[in-house]
């Protein structure tokens, strides 16, 4: 959700802020600001509005018209009062000395403004961060980290802070729980942010902060404090991946860009994962034994990551003969799971930092299960509380709609299926040999299908204006139908949504009628027929069927549908890698001729870090 960075150093601080939150703008917000030290005034100098960042920068001249080389930056995504300039971040104490930007929600806000209200003081805005602001000046007695220490033990909820003290201009606070942040170490500066991404131009060298952690910033380096105020010795980690992997290389939008890049992601994520023949996960902690006595498996996740899971579900079961359920992470906490010390709960994770999806897993932990997560970020919140981590190494991904992070995680739930079913002996050894060299072959596979994207995009163009449109599709089918579906719906604007095909009579076909688009899915060969049952179902309804198939099966296909868009044949289990890309290339020049904001689709967030 909302962005945060912070500079301390030599160089002038506004223009590397504004830098900064340019490369958070993914992240999804309605407002932004920065609060720079003006040393010749001795006071903060704060600049916000509303709206898209360019506002804030052509006033600031792009950072050259605010002086100072210590400050904070903001990206907000409105959750406590509407968006406008008052209400943006930074948030200022009502003299003056205390500014802070703030991502997550302050549960007991309303508890401590009536508390500071009674005590004289007075607010500007709506948001639960000026609460922290004005707290901190409450408890202000000349020594900034005893008063923010003081605010930590009164305040609830989910926080990553950056905070700025007109009375201490050398130095930068940071504090986080269960919010992401890290730290940047330069030279002869040092940086906060709340994703790599925007300070990876400056630095390589960074940390993560921990729950409860404390950190101030100096030109000189990073002290770190437990939630006892004593020191900690942190780990600082290289980031390996280069600048340009975060920017868009030519391409028009960053989801085009990342759709691209698919083939490669997926061989970073399989190849080294393949030797001599056989599945192999490094430091892998979960031995046979352990897999052997696994009763159950929980698969937990959101959005797109939840729609791998239910893919997920029919591999796993297939391969491994063990129950899977799959939870939406945010209902797993509320619906008193069955689960114990043989359960084994798999996490997926694109950021590694969904707050639903972090509470969930510990959840799991505290019923005594453990937890294998697959996640794109090292070092993420979720891998770091794993037993498990199975990293996807798609690389950084900037479209708020997800595509290379979708591939990748069902790359390896494949992985860990055919792993676990070896280790069980419930996969024949033709089987094996037949997906794990479909697993190597995927990439290839996949680069044809991108080959073909100018007849997704004239299909697109044909269809493009429908206000209305229907995913259908069985077993693998359906759950790739979620993935579909959401993807148009989330930047389009489209009403979409997927049904179990034999689900129709039981409601759904009275929403079809003349005209209606319907987008019947019919790769999985075994219920092949069951499909064109359903095509020609829709079809007598005055239904428009665009329909995915295999390349064996367009033939038939093309005698009832009125448009066939085809894949490679692959082993079943593979079927969804290859079929959400035209749907994923459908929706993006759906999108495009609708005008929308493909990269920032409204309302929406990369990582949602609130619940």
């Known amino acids: 959700m909302c962005g945060i960075v912070g500079f301390i150093g030599e160089e002038q601080a506004a223009p590397i802020l504004l ?16 609060a720079v030290y003006d040393r010749e005034n001795n006071a903060l100098s704060v600049h ?31 959750t406590h009062g509407a968006p406008s300039d008052v209400n943006s971040h930074p948030q200022v104490s009502q003299r003056g000395k205390i500014a802070v930007v703030h991502n ?17 003081v007075e607010f500007r805005s709506e948001t639960d961060t ?10 202000y007695r000349g020594d900034i980290l005893t008063a923010v220490n003081r605010v930590l033990h009164r305040i609830q909820g989910a926080y990553a802070l950056g905070i700025l003290c007109v009375d201490t201009p050398d130095q930068l606070i940071a504090v986080r729980k269960d919010s992401p942040l890290i730290l940047g170490y330069g030279d ?71 759709i691209m890049e698919q083939p490669d992601a997926l061989r970073r994520c399989i190849s080294p994962r393949i030797r001599d023949g ?52 945010s209902e797993f906490r509320y619906m008193d799971p069955i689960i114990d010390e043989r359960t084994l709960v798999v996490v997926i994770s694109q950021s590694g930092e969904t707050l639903d999806t972090m509470a969930a897993l510990r959840e799991a932990r505290r019923l005594g299960a453990k937890i294998l997560s697959i996640v794109n970020v090292v070092g993420s919140s979720i891998a770091r509380e794993s037993d498990q981590v199975l990293y996807t190494w798609a690389g950084p991904e900037i479209a708020v709609a997800t595509t290379k992070g979708y591939t990748t995680q069902l790359a390896m739930v494949d992985l860990l299926g055919l792993y676990f079913a070896r280790v069980l002996g419930t996969i024949q050894p033709e089987e094996y040999r037949e997906v794990l060299t479909g697993l190597s072959e995927l990439p290839e596979k996949m680069e044809r299908v991108l080959q073909d994207r100018d007849g997704v995009q004239y299909l697109a163009s044909q269809y493009f204006n429908h206000r209305s449109i229907f995913f259908v599709g069985r077993n693998l089918d359906y759950a790739l139908g979620l993935e579909g579906s959401l993807k148009l719906k989330e930047i389009s604007y ?9 689900e129709l009579k039981h409601g759904t076909i009275s929403l079809i009628e003349d005209g209606t688009l319907v987008v019947a899915l019919g790769t999985y060969g075994k219920l092949f027929e069951k499909a064109m049952s359903n095509v020609v179902e829709v079809k007598s309804r005055g239904a428009d069927v665009l329909a995915l198939t295999t390349e064996s099966r367009r033939e038939e296909m093309a005698r009832t549908a009125n448009a066939v868009i085809t894949i490679p044949d692959v082993s079943d289990i593979l079927l969804p890698s290859l079929g959400v890309v035209p749907l994923q290339l459908f929706a993006y020049y759906v999108a495009l001729m609708n005008g929308c904001d493909i990269d920032k689709p409204r309302n929406l967030a990369k990582s949602v870090t609130v619940e």
């Not at 830098?19 to 600001?33: K, N, P, T």
């Not at 960042?53 to 050259?64: E, F, I, M, R, T």
């Not at 400056?202 to 006892?228: K, W």
């Not at 105020?229 to 860009?257: C, L, N, S, T």
Request: aromatic share 12%; net charge negative; charged share 25%.
């Open 130 to 139: 000026e609460v922290i602001a004005q707290l901190i000046e409450y408890f």
């Open 188 to 258: 002869g500066c040092s940086f906060l942010a709340s994703d790599v991404t925007a300070i990876i131009r400056h630095t390589r060298e960074i940390s993560y902060m921990e729950d409860g952690e404390v950190a101030v910033l100096t030109r000189t380096g990073i002290q770190c404090y437990d939630h006892l105020m004593q020191p900690v010795q942190k780990e600082v980690v290289r980031v390996d991946w280069e600048i340009d992997a975060a920017e868009k290389g030519g391409y028009e939008h960053f989801m085009f860009k990342e």
């Open 494 to 502: 489209i009403h979409s949504e997927a049904y179990a095909s034999g």
């Open 104 to 120: 997550g929600i302050i549960e007991n806000y309303a508890e401590l403004k009536a508390f500071l209200l009674a005590n004289g």
């Open 48 to 78: 916000k509005a509303k709206g898209r960042l360019k506002v804030l920068s052509d006033l600031l001249q792009g950072g050259a018209a605010v002086e100072g080389t210590i400050g904070i930056g903001h990206t907000r995504w409105a």
């Open 278 to 329: 056989e599945v192999f996960f490094e430091d892998f902690v979960f031995d046979a034994d352990y897999i052997r006595n696994i009763d159950r498996i929980f698969i937990v996740a959101c959005g797109s990551s939840y729609h791998v899971g239910m893919v997920g579900k029919y591999t796993l079961e297939r391969l491994t003969r063990k129950p899977v359920e799959v939870s939406l992470a």
């Open 19 to 34: 830098d900064g939150l340019a490369r958070l703008e993914y992240r999804g917000y309605d407002s932004a600001g920065v």
